[in-house]
Every structure is written in C-alpha cells, then in structure tokens.
C-alpha cells in the first residue's frame, strides 16, 4: 500500500514568506507526527496528533510554527514570517493505533531552504 | 528525558568487514529502542526496533541489535556489509508508556570502501 507522502519535496522561500508544508499518512493511521531535522542533525520532535486532536506541541521552536488535522487524516505544518534558522529537512510520521503495531513509518520529507 | 548518544560521526569500513555501530540511551523505565536508516533525499527507513523480550533482535538488510540493559546500550551489528549500506543510521528512543515521542540520535554517517 501507499506509504506516507508529503508535498512539496523542496520549498525555498525569501525570508519573511509563509510556508505550508503537507503531509499525507498512511490511511487508517491514527496517530501523526512531525519532526525537524535540521543539516546533520537527527529528527527533532516538533508535535504529535491522535486523530484530529494535537495533544503536544511542546517541540514547535516558536509561535511563528502551527500545525493542523482537521480531519483527523492530512495534516499541514505552516511556518508564518520563515527565517533563515527554520532552513530544514521537515518530516512527518504516521503510526497505527497504539498496541496494534507501536512503530512510526516516515515520508520522504519536505525540504526547506529560507534565502 | 529521554535521550540518546551516538558516539561516532563517521564510520569508515570495508566492503565485506564487519560493523557495529555504537548508541546508548538514557530513560527511566524499559524504552522502546530503534535503529532508522537514512540515504541521502531519502527519508527514514526502519531497520529494526525493540520492545520487550529477546534482547537480540533480528532486523531487515541481515542487521542485528543487542539490547544490554546494563550498559544502556543498543548496537547495531552487520556480519559483512555492502556497499549499499553506506548511509545515515540513527538509534532511537520512544517512551512505552503513552505515545510514541521519540528522541533520535544524532546519527552515524557509514562509509564502505571496495
């Protein structure tokens, strides 16, 4: 089946731009998460949905950074006034329900590089 | 927190040879450990993953890691590697109580000579 996929795979933006960065799971996955990795780093948390609710946000660097799922399926990461720090690999994650198969299976990631 | 360390950045070997590469983890109870896969533009792939039982655990590619609970340790092994193995590996660690946050490390870039 269909893995997970996200749109668009590079972005540049002048600094100033808003982004939004789209993440598709893999259907029936209950859980969704989104990570930075910024150049040779690993992933770092950014924030976790269970269906359409967003139980953390604790790892988004600043409130420039917002995510949704109002559908408890696609979910959209949206960075307001990008600056040049925010320049990284964002990858999502999906996961089925928990007991059911506790591993997260990841997209391909979208690049962002801010001018 | 929950954290890990990957000791080495880079590690070179030679097509054929053997590999371990080293992660130690720091959690409070029993984690959730993993081994991720990395190529470049490419994102991450599972290799395997622990969560109780069996402390050696067996993975896809012909990889292999050893959970040492006294040692807070997770290493990755490989008998002979290939050249398509070079890449990024990342060890992980996830909470398994709760949901899955999971704390990568900072990975180890494998390079394999001819």
């Known amino acids: 089946g269909a893995g997970v996929s996200q749109s668009p795979r590079y972005k540049v933006a002048k600094r100033g731009q808003d982004v939004a960065l789209r993440c598709d799971p893999i259907?029936?996955?209950?859980?969704l998460f989104w990570y930075q990795q910024a150049l040779g780093q690993g992933p770092e948390f950014l924030t976790y949905?269970?269906?359409?609710?967003?139980?953390?946000k604790s790892g988004l660097p600043s409130d420039r950074f917002f995510a949704e799922r109002p559908e408890g399926s696609v979910s959209t990461l949206k960075i307001q006034r990008t600056q040049q720090e925010d320049s990284a690999v964002y990858l999502c994650?999906?996961?089925?329900?928990?007991?059911?198969?506790?591993?997260?299976?990841f997209g391909p990631g979208t690049r962002l590089t801010v001018l | 927190a929950q954290s890990v360390t990957q000791p080495d950045i880079h590690i070179t070997v030679s097509e054929g040879a053997s590999l371990e590469l080293r992660c130690n983890y720091s959690?409070?109870?029993?984690?959730?450990l993993f081994w991720y896969v990395q190529s470049p533009g490419q994102g991450l792939q599972l290799l395997l993953k622990?969560?109780?039982?069996?402390?050696l655990v067996q993975g896809i590619k012909g990889f292999e890691a050893e959970f040492k609970r006294s040692q807070s340790s997770f290493n990755l092994r490989k008998p002979s590697v290939h050249w398509s193995d070079a890449a990024e590996y990342f060890c992980?660690?996830?909470?398994?109580?709760?949901?899955?946050?999971?704390?990568f490390g900072t990975g180890t870039k494998l390079q394999v000579i001819p």
């Open positions: 949905f269970q269906n359409e609710a967003q139980l953390d």
């Open positions: 959690y409070g109870a029993t984690p959730y």
């Open positions: 622990y969560f109780s039982g069996d402390t």
């Open positions: 992980a660690v996830a909470s398994s109580g709760g949901y899955q946050k999971v704390t």
């Open positions: 259907s029936g996955h209950v859980s």
């Open positions: 994650a999906s996961s089925p329900p928990r007991g059911k198969e506790d591993t997260q299976y």
